[in-house]
C-alpha cells in the first residue's frame, strides 16, 4: 500500500508534466495568428494584451488534447489527461492515483501501453521491478510466518501425543486424561507454544526488569493489596512473579497441605472453602474474582522474624470455577521480599492485609457470630431468673391466703382458688421449658476457628 501511494503519486506528476511538453512543443510550432511564446503559458501574464490575443486564436491546446487524432503520445499517462484527474477534486485524484499504484503493481506493469518516450520506458521498466521485488518480499514474509507456524504446530502435536502415549502406558483413568488434555490445550491458545520464561532468562538483567516492569506492573497494583506500596517494593515483586494456568476443576492448593506460593488472581474466578481443619458443622466457602489473592499463610510465615523452615499449612482450600489466568509468588522469592517489609513503617500495610484477608474475614465473622450467642445466652438466662422470682413471688403471696381461706372453705369463692392454682403451674412449666432451653444451649456452641497469625509489619529492633 504504502509502494502504490509513491507509485501513483509519481504517475500524477508525471502525466502533469507530460502534459505541459506537449504544450511546450505545439507552443514552439505556431507562427499564426499570433506567434506563441512559452511566457503565455503562464496564467500570471493572462491580463496582458497579447496574451489574450493568443489565447482567443490559438489551437495549442486543442492539438495536445488527446480525444482529438493528434500527434502527441501520451502513452501510459493518457488516461489522466483524458479522465481529467489533473483537474478534479483531491479526494477523487487520491484515490485514482492510489487505485493506479496498487493496479500496476500487483500487475507488474503488464497492462501498460507505452509509447517511445524513454522516461515513460523507464517508469514502466521501474513498476515492473518494484512489483517482482515487493512480491517476492510478500511471498518470502509469508513462507517464513507459514513455517514458525507449522513449526509450532508440530512441536504441539508431537507433545501432545508423547502425551497420549504416556497417560496410556500408565493407565490413567479417562478423567484425569481429560483433565490433562483441557490443561495442554488451555495452555496452547494461551501462550502459543512460546515459553516466556526461558526467553526471559536469556536477556540482560536489566532489560528484563524493563520487560517484567511493562508485563506486571499495572496487573500487581490491581492487587488492593499492593496498592499501597512504592515502586522500587513493587519492582522487586514484579521481577520475581511467574505467569501460572489453571484449568477448570484444578485445585490450586487443599486444606492442610503446605503452602508453596502465593497466587494473586488476574483473570477467572476461583472458589475458596474451609472447613477449619474437618470440623463437623463447620463450613466457610467464598469467591475469588481478578484482584484477589491466596496463600496468606505463607506471607505470615514470612514476615515472621523467626520463621522456621517448615511451610505453614493451608487452612482453605482453592478450586479453579473457570480457566483461571494468574501471578505466582513462590516462597522463597516471597521471603527475599518479605525482607523488604519490614523496613516499612506503616499501619496501612497492616489494615490493608485484614481487610483483603478472606482468613482474616472468616474469623472475624465467626468471632461476631459467637459474640452474638453469647449475647442470646446472657438474655435467656436473665429470662430464666425473672421467671423464677417471679413463681417464687407467687408461691410466698398464695400459701398465707390458702391457710386463712381454710377455715372459711366453704364461705370462699372456689374460682378464684382455681385461678391461682393455674396461675402457680403455669408459671413451674414456664420456669421448667426456660431450665432445659438454656441446657441446650450450652450444649450447642459455636466451633471455635483460631485466630489467624499476624504478619510482622514493623521494622527490626537493630
Avoid at 180 to 204: C, H
Avoid at 243 to 266: A, K, Q
Wanted: charged fraction near 25%; aromatic fraction near 10%; glycine fraction near 4%.
Amino acid at each position: 500500500m504504502l509502494a502504490s501511494h509513491v507509485l501513483g503519486a509519481s504517475w500524477y506528476l508525471l502525466s502533469i508534466d507530460r502534459y505541459t511538453s506537449c504544450w511546450k512543443s505545439q507552443c514552439r510550432k505556431e507562427n499564426s495568428p499570433v506567434k506563441c511564446l512559452l511566457t503565455y503559458l503562464d496564467c500570471d501574464t493572462f491580463n496582458y494584451g497579447e496574451h489574450k490575443a493568443w489565447a482567443s486564436g490559438t489551437s495549442v491546446f486543442k492539438n495536445c488534447d488527446p480525444d482529438n487524432d493528434i500527434e502527441f503520445k501520451y502513452g501510459i499517462f493518457e488516461n489522466a489527461v483524458k479522465k481529467n484527474v489533473v483537474s478534479s477534486n483531491f479526494i477523487e485524484k487520491y484515490l485514482y492515483c492510489l487505485w493506479w499504484g496498487l493496479q500496476q503493481l500487483s500487475s507488474y506493469g503488464q497492462n501498460l501501453s507505452t509509447s517511445t518516450f524513454i522516461g515513460e520506458t523507464s517508469f514502466a521498466v521501474l513498476i515492473s521491478i518494484l512489483g517482482l521485488v515487493l512480491f517476492a518480499h510478500l511471498i518470502g514474509n509469508m513462507q517464513t510466518y507459514l513455517q514458525s507456524l507449522t513449526v509450532r504446530l508440530e512441536e504441539w502435536r508431537l507433545k501432545r501425543r508423547d502425551t497420549e502415549e504416556w497417560m496410556k502406558h500408565r493407565q490413567l483413568p479417562e478423567d484425569l486424561r481429560k483433565r490433562v488434555r483441557r490443561f495442554v490445550q488451555y495452555k496452547w491458545l494461551a501462550t502459543r507454544g512460546v515459553n516466556e520464561e526461558s526467553i526471559l532468562r536469556g536477556l540482560p538483567a536489566d532489560l528484563r526488569h524493563d520487560i517484567q516492569r511493562h508485563l506486571c506492573l499495572d496487573l500487581v497494583r490491581r492487587v488492593p493489596f499492593f496498592s499501597q506500596m512504592d515502586d522500587q517494593l513493587l519492582d522487586a515483586i514484579c521481577e520475581r512473579l511467574v505467569s501460572s494456568l489453571s484449568t477448570e476443576g484444578t485445585y490450586i492448593v487443599r486444606e492442610g497441605d503446605p503452602v508453596t506460593e502465593m497466587l494473586f488472581v488476574i483473570r477467572g474466578k476461583l472458589e475458596s472453602s474451609t472447613t477449619n481443619g474437618g470440623r463437623t458443622g463447620f463450613f466457610n466457602s467464598i469467591m475469588l474474582k481478578p484482584g484477589d489473592f491466596c496463600g496468606e499463610e505463607l506471607l505470615s510465615w514470612a514476615l515472621h522474624p523467626k520463621s522456621s523452615l517448615n511451610l505453614p499449612s493451608s487452612t482453605r482450600t482453592v478450586k479453579a470455577l473457570n480457566e483461571v489466568e494468574a501471578f505466582v509468588l513462590r516462597a522463597e522469592d516471597l521471603k527475599f521480599v518479605a525482607n523488604q517489609f519490614r523496613r516499612l513503617h506503616s499501619k496501612r500495610l497492616q489494615h490493608t492485609f485484614r481487610y483483603h484477608s478472606h482468613h482474616w474475614r472468616t474469623w472475624a465473622a465467626c468471632f461476631i457470630q459467637a459474640a452474638w450467642r453469647r449475647h442470646k445466652k446472657r438474655m435467656v438466662e436473665n429470662n430464666l431468673t425473672m421467671s423464677e422470682s417471679f413463681a417464687l413471688n407467687e408461691r410466698e403471696a398464695t400459701e398465707p391466703e390458702e391457710e386463712d381461706g381454710a377455715h372459711f372453705s366453704d364461705r370462699s369463692n372456689p374460682s378464684q382458688a382455681k385461678l391461682n392454682l393455674g396461675v402457680t403451674i403455669l408459671a413451674s412449666r414456664f420456669a421448667a421449658n426456660t431450665r432445659r432451653g438454656a441446657q441446650k444451649i450450652k450444649d450447642v456452641e459455636m466451633p471455635k476457628l483460631p485466630k489467624p497469625e499476624e504478619p510482622d509489619f514493623s521494622s527490626d529492633v537493630d
